[in-house]
């Protein structure tokens, strides 16, 4: 990644001070559901709708054919300090249906119980197939003009400001299922730009599981819970999905990825992606380039481990999405470089032996490196769900002039699904009127009528040419922005179901992928296919993995073998010669610490002020303090309580990325099994320290968080057995020294010193 400095757009800056001033008052803590706090008594004084938060927007005003309408957003949101029906007409009662008498039966009559109740059966559209849970959020990307050269693409020139909004995702789950699943996570985004919308729809794993679209039913089907029980839900560790990956191993780069640590990452702001096909761009003078793009976080790739991705998964199922608002709204704004591999438009579109048609391959960053094109900022939360990540329809074949396909047999299966799609799920083809769709240039389509058509056209000729309507709408040349597809030969050839051979290797980047990774990360991958093909029913299939593995490497294969208790096979084909590519590991860098969160353990008792201390010194450090105590509400009330926002029965040591103990609190009143079963009765008698802290401590020791301790809080460590000179563990004499040392160890996500591999 680049080391490069760039400001923050003037948008994203605008953004934060938003945030800043709708902020509770003495409340820096993300989470409230509202801009206002509520009384506890009912409110009947009439006043209009409350805004939003600071940290949320909606869609910007435009109208179905790209016009700026300069309406305020809150004008398109609900109106009004009374309650209506949907023709505006006002009501004086919803909470009792219409009836002959208090106890007579309901009248056909009630026009409005028959409103509510239809509208209410009605509120459901068809999930995603794929890609059904997602998050999103709005922001800005800011071009460094580094691409000019390569592409006349406008919002890519030099200080264009584009407005984006980015849906992150998981793949195989249902809208229910939970952020933590090892699983390909979707990073796919809408660039708002003067030219029509561009979307460029990616994944967090630079290659996919197959190389042509013909068989994407195929893998999905098998991915997906067995059809006959509807089980497991959102996973991959099942007999179908290991079918067939073993059975067409071209999945087997794909494969790898999602059973290393990127299958499950730390959050959406600490994850890369990728637009996994090759592009073409043109410039000006239309000389072409194929280019890979890529995103990079600026906090850098972290991912969880795996058993706190399964604790997280039950204990906190919203994880990603809760991170990722949590943090737009306490201001520490998620950032990503976009970046491009560049490579010669060549007949043979290959580049050092590696065919750029083929989705299941990379380029490794030492062949070709990654050069930074521009900075995303997202700076706002979506302020309603549905209307915006949920109706948010997305098309890699919404391109805008400089910026082409190519034959990757995959890309042009996804041209045509996409659009299919959308008007499945969202009722019609007049989707890009949804105002979270709708493009910020004019539209002059000639497309009429259809479901859910909202604009209001004019004229009598929607056909062309016509004089009716004085000849408009006209065609335009490359001299006015017209989008024209690259005039590229097509080579003559017979028509057959193939593919070049390039295609046939199916092992070789694998190998790359897997000697380029840490021992630790590689000890991760050997636990992760233990772990999926352990849920197998078949023995075939665990043994016909197996000799996949084989021919990826010896040694990984011998310890998933060792845990399956099954032979080790030999390799079927001659190991793949490679040189690792350093840039594939996660590890071995320092990153930004903006929004992580950071627990702070007190009695109440030891050291309130270095508490309140370190409270501010986190949150200028752009971090999430969390205050845990035995029990809610304020600690010290001498004018200057301290909030407690976790308590140990609802705390768990996955939600945070280090802890901090300020004193050692005893067990509290609610200590015991019968409430909380994380407690031992027997060993809660004797405990000098609540037992959920002491699990707290070790489970975020296991995960190879950072810990630290001052004062009484050094007797908890010792209470949890763990050594204070363990690595990533700091103790002081003062709150404010142990959280700087603390801090460091942030920077590079783990201590992962605690960790010693095998390998």
């Known amino acids: 990644m680049s080391e490069k400095k760039n400001p923050v757009s003037a948008a994203a800056e605008k953004a934060v001070e938003g945030v800043r001033k709708m902020v509770r008052p003495g409340n820096e803590i993300p989470g409230a559901p509202g801009p206002e706090a509520p009384s506890v008594e009912e409110l009947t004084a009439v006043r209009e709708p409350l805004p939003p938060k600071g940290d949320q927007r909606g869609p910007d005003t435009y109208s179905p054919t790209g016009q700026p309408t300069g309406a305020e957003q809150s004008q398109v949101a609900q109106e009004g300090a009374y309650l209506t029906t949907a023709q505006g007409a006002r009501l004086y009662e919803t909470d009792h249906s219409l009836k002959a008498g208090p106890r007579g039966p309901v009248l056909l009559q009630d026009h409005h119980l028959r409103e ?27 071009a460094y003009g580094a691409a000019a050269g390569i592409t006349k693409a406008a919002f890519l020139a030099e200080g264009v400001e584009t407005p984006v909004f980015v849906r992150f995702s998981t793949v195989l789950g249902s809208r229910g299922s939970a952020d933590t699943v090892r699983d390909t996570r979707g990073f796919a985004t809408k660039f708002y730009t003067d030219e029509g919308v561009f979307d460029l729809v990616g994944n967090n794993i630079p290659v996919f599981f197959i190389q042509d679209a013909i068989k994407f039913p195929d893998v999905i089907h098998a991915g997906k819970p067995h059809p006959d029980r509807e089980i497991p839900q959102a996973q991959s560790a099942h007999d179908t999905f290991w079918d067939f990956v073993t059975l067409h191993t071209e999945a087997t780069h794909h494969t790898l990825w999602n059973m290393s640590d990127r299958g499950i990452p730390r959050s959406f702001r600490m994850m890369e992606g990728f637009g996994v096909h090759t592009f073409r761009l043109v410039n000006g003078e239309g000389a072409t380039t ?21 604790i997280t998964a039950g204990v906190d199922p919203d994880f990603h999405r809760r991170d990722l608002a949590d943090a737009i709204e306490s201001g520490a704004f998620p950032q990503w470089e976009l970046c491009v591999q560049t490579f010669p438009d060549t007949e043979a579109q290959t580049f050092e ?7 299941t391959k990379i380029v490794p960053e030492e062949l070709a490196p990654v050069r930074p094109i521009g900075l995303m900022t997202l700076n706002a939360n979506p302020s309603n769900f549905f209307a915006e990540t949920e109706q948010v329809a997305f098309h890699v074949g919404h391109l805008v002039p400089g910026i082409d396909v190519t034959d990757d047999p995959l890309l042009q299966g996804r041209l045509f699904s996409y659009l299919d799609t959308q008007i499945s799920r969202l009722g019609g083809p007049n989707f890009a009127q949804l105002p979270i769709n ?27 040419p016509n004089s009716l309507d004085g000849g408009c709408p006209f065609l335009a040349g490359a001299d006015t922005g017209a989008f024209i597809e690259l ?95 350093p840039a594939l590991s996660q590890l071995g860098e320092d990153w930004p610490v903006d929004g992580r969160v950071v627990g702070i353990v007190t009695d109440g008792a030891d050291d309130l002020d270095g508490v309140r201390e370190v409270r501010r010194a986190v949150l200028d450090a752009g971090m999430v303090p969390l205050v ?101 563990v700091v103790t002081g004499e003062a709150g404010n020294t142990v959280l700087q040392s603390v801090t460091g160890l942030l920077g590079r996500h783990r201590a992962w010193d605690r960790f010693t591999p095998a390998v």
């Not at 389509?445 to 859910?452: E, S």
Request: aromatic share 6%.
């Open 116 to 142: 509510k109740i239809t509208h209410f059966d009605h509120e459901r559209i068809p999930e995603r197939v794929v890609h059904a849970r997602g998050a999103a959020a709005h922001g800005v990307f800011r």
């Open 290 to 310: 194929l280019v890979k793009f890529h995103w990079k976080p600026k906090l850098g790739v972290h991912s969880l481990v795996w058993e706190e991705a399964q």
């Open 353 to 359: 032996g590696i065919d750029l048609l083929d989705p």
């Open 438 to 464: 709708r493009t910020h240039a004019p539209v002059n389509d000639m497309l009429r009528d259809g479901m859910h058509q909202t604009a209001v056209h004019r004229g009598v000729a929607p056909y062309r």
């Open 487 to 581: 005039p590229a030969e097509v080579p003559a050839a017979h028509k057959v179901r193939d593919a070049a051979a390039s295609f046939d290797d199916h092992f070789s980047q694998a190998r790359l992928f897997w000697l380029s990774v840490s021992p630790t990360e590689r000890e991760h991958i050997v636990a992760a296919y233990t772990f999926e093909l352990g849920k197998c029913w078949e023995t075939a299939i665990k043994e016909r993995a197996l000799q996949v593995l084989a021919n990826i490497d010896p040694d990984l294969c011998t310890q998933v073998a060792a845990g399956l208790g099954l032979p080790v096979p030999e390799a079927s084909l001659p190991l793949a010669a490679v040189e690792p590519s």
């Open 628 to 728: 845990i105590a035995s029990a809610g509400g304020t600690l010290g009330q001498d004018g200057d309580p301290v909030t407690v926002q976790r308590t140990f029965a609802t705390a768990r040591s996955t939600e945070f990325d280090a802890i901090l103990l300020a004193g050692a609190p005893a067990p509290a009143a609610d200590a015991y099994g019968a409430r909380d079963a994380k407690v031992d009765d027997g060993a809660a008698q004797s405990a000098a320290v609540d037992p959920r802290l002491l699990l707290m401590l070790t489970e975020a020791y296991r995960h190879g968080k950072a810990l630290g301790a001052w004062g009484g809080g050094v007797d908890a460590l010792e209470a949890a057995g763990l050594p204070a000179d363990a690595p990533g």
